[in-house]
């Protein structure tokens, strides 16, 4: 049997534009096209668009997907190698559902949760490369740049650093909702404890320094959708508030 490119998009649930974007970079070639001009897909190629879901749902990259069904043509290979990169993922997401849980409570007791429970999610190096893996391949294939090339990880610190990230950009998140402003003593005083903080822990950065890292956040679309999913404006804020206390620290 064969299906036009409205009957596929029916049955995956793919849209037509995706379809036809995906013939044009080849990755999804039709079987045939028609005498009218319609493009029609038969078994094979519905194999082959299963297979391409299953990794945009890990959020390979259209360009890295073509290569690996390139790559490894077989199809049981593919399928086994997606089935445990997904029970991987299932099995962290697991984990972070029953942390959300578990800090829902504790917000809705109004009680504090213990700091070492709140990234249960992130007990080995392993699931800490796992967790930054999207920003490294961002990073790598933008900016040709390994975040952590030659760099070994100390849960234990990675941990104390990401929930002083998560204290400083819920403070900084609180202080947009209030309408405090950028330049505000009390934004000035976060910033200044978070700029300690990253001292003290070998990760020293100028008042001038943190403005171009939170002005390259607000340039950069994987950045600023990281910070923006928090709260919008949020990347705008921080920036403003940061150039702001890098220019009061000069004067």
């Not at 399928?79 to 990169?85: P, W």
């Not at 007990?123 to 967790?131: G, I, R, V």
């Not at 959708?225 to 990347?235: I, K």
């Amino acid at each position: 049997m064969l299906y036009t490119v409205k009957q596929l998009s029916a049955l995956s649930h793919v849209t037509i534009k995706t379809l036809h974007h995906y013939h044009k970079i080849g990755l999804l070639i039709p079987r045939e096209i028609s005498d009218a001009g319609y493009r029609l897909y038969g078994a094979a190629e519905l194999e082959r668009l299963q297979q391409i879901l299953f990794y945009r749902e890990l959020e390979f990259p259209l360009e890295q997907v073509k290569v690996l069904l390139e790559v490894e043509p077989d199809r049981l290979t593919i399928l086994s190698s997606q089935k445990k990169l997904l029970e991987s993922r299932k099995q962290r997401l697991e984990r972070f559902i029953l942390t959300l849980e578990e800090s829902i409570a504790c917000e809705i007791k109004e009680e504090t949760m213990e700091h070492s429970s709140m990234f249960k999610g992130f007990d080995t190096e392993e699931e800490w490369n796992d967790a930054l893996a999207e920003q490294r391949q961002y990073v790598k294939e933008t900016y040709d740049y390994d975040l952590l090339e030659n760099v070994t990880i100390d849960t234990a610190e990675m941990n104390e650093q990401a929930a002083e990230a998560v204290r400083f950009m819920n403070s900084m998140k609180k202080h947009l909702l209030e309408g405090s402003k950028h330049d505000s003593e009390e934004v000035r005083l976060l910033i200044g404890e978070h700029l300690s903080f990253l001292s003290s822990h070998g990760h020293a950065s100028s008042p001038a320094d943190f403005a171009v890292q939170t002005r390259f956040f607000l340039g950069d679309d994987f950045h600023q959708r990281m910070l923006e999913d928090q709260q919008t404006g949020l990347s705008y804020y921080l920036c403003m508030a940061a150039e702001a206390y890098a220019a009061a620290s000069q004067g």
